[in-house]
């Protein structure tokens, strides 16, 4: 099994900056991605930013320009910088990694989210 523990949501105002962590632990052979999703009430599920073992990002145009991620490949942590929060940007973020197990099955994890709220 692989754990993947989420920290740093909160309440900031608009324009303001946030910067949210992930850590996989557990039963990790190589780890393919990581990365974050998020959901707004009412909405479904929707990538923010992902980032490949090669260092490669992919990001939702809404956060281009503004959301930052960073790999820390020796701890197995992920960093998600936001800055020039908007309203919009309200929602649960969910951490994510494709990992491939010590039993050299590939699977998706899921953290267990953290609140971002960003209002005046």
């Known amino acids: 099994q692989v754990q993947l523990v989420e920290s740093g949501g909160g309440l900031v105002q608009p324009g303001g900056s946030l910067r949210l962590s992930c850590a996989a632990s557990?039963?990790?052979?190589?780890?393919?991605?990581m990365g974050w999703y998020r959901q707004a009430p009412g909405k479904q599920r929707e990538l923010v930013i992902t980032?490949?073992?090669?260092?490669?990002?992919n990001y939702a145009d809404s956060v281009k320009g503004r959301f930052t991620i960073s790999w820390d490949t020796a701890k197995n942590t992920v960093y998600l910088q936001m800055n020039g929060l908007k309203p919009e940007d309200t929602a649960v973020y969910y951490c994510?990694?494709?990992?491939?197990?010590?039993?050299?099955?590939?699977?998706?994890?899921w953290g267990q989210g953290t609140q971002v709220t960003v209002s005046s």
């Open positions: 557990g039963n990790i052979f190589v780890i393919n991605a």
């Open positions: 980032i490949t073992s090669g260092g490669r990002p």
């Open positions: 994510n990694a494709d990992v491939i197990a010590r039993d050299l099955v590939r699977r998706d994890y």
